[in-house]
């Protein structure tokens, strides 16, 4: 029962931490942009730039594969449950990495303990350890697929005829 509860929740959570992620990601997006317009900064270092296309591209790819482990929990698919372990730890990593990163590109006042950019560094850092420490969901998930490996392999070597020497 918890298994199927938590393979349903973890999707929510991993959605969770990217949208929070995202709203920083937007909110950087804008002020950066500010500082252009108002001529506070000429242009935007190449630095800043990767760093926005490389956090959406990474949220957006940890997106879908939030989305995937929900579907795959909403059909009962037999891998759901490992799915949701590995995508709940990557997009709550991911999110948690975009949001540090963007952080710097808006220097002090995102680091103040008032703002939101710390507020939601706080919250993406509880979710780190919310329902299990990423790397003992990344190790249940590997036992969970060398499990299943050595299960396909001796079903294999189960049917397979005896050699004759």
Not at 7 to 30: D, K, Y
Not at 40 to 58: F, W
Not at 108 to 117: D, E, F, K, R
């Amino acid at each position: 029962m918890f298994r199927e509860h938590f393979a349903a929740f973890r999707p929510l959570v991993a959605a969770t931490a990217l949208g929070t992620a995202a709203g920083i990601h937007a909110q950087v997006t804008s002020a950066l942009t500010a500082r252009v317009a108002s001529g506070i900064v000429p242009r935007l270092r190449d630095t800043a730039l990767v760093t926005l296309g490389r956090t959406q591209s990474e949220l957006y790819a940890a997106l879908l594969a939030a989305l995937a482990g929900a579907r795959l929990t909403a059909t009962g698919h037999p891998q759901a449950d490992t799915w949701s372990r590995s995508v709940k730890a990557t997009a709550v990593d991911t999110a948690n990495r975009a949001v540090a990163e963007l952080s710097l590109l808006v220097g002090a006042g995102g680091l103040q303990a008032h703002s939101t950019l710390a507020k939601a560094r706080a919250g993406l850092g509880g979710l780190l350890y919310a329902d299990g420490i990423h790397d003992s969901l990344l190790r249940s998930g590997g036992r969970t697929l060398t499990t299943a490996a050595r299960a396909r392999a001796r079903r294999t070597t189960e049917h397979e005829p005896a050699q004759v020497a």
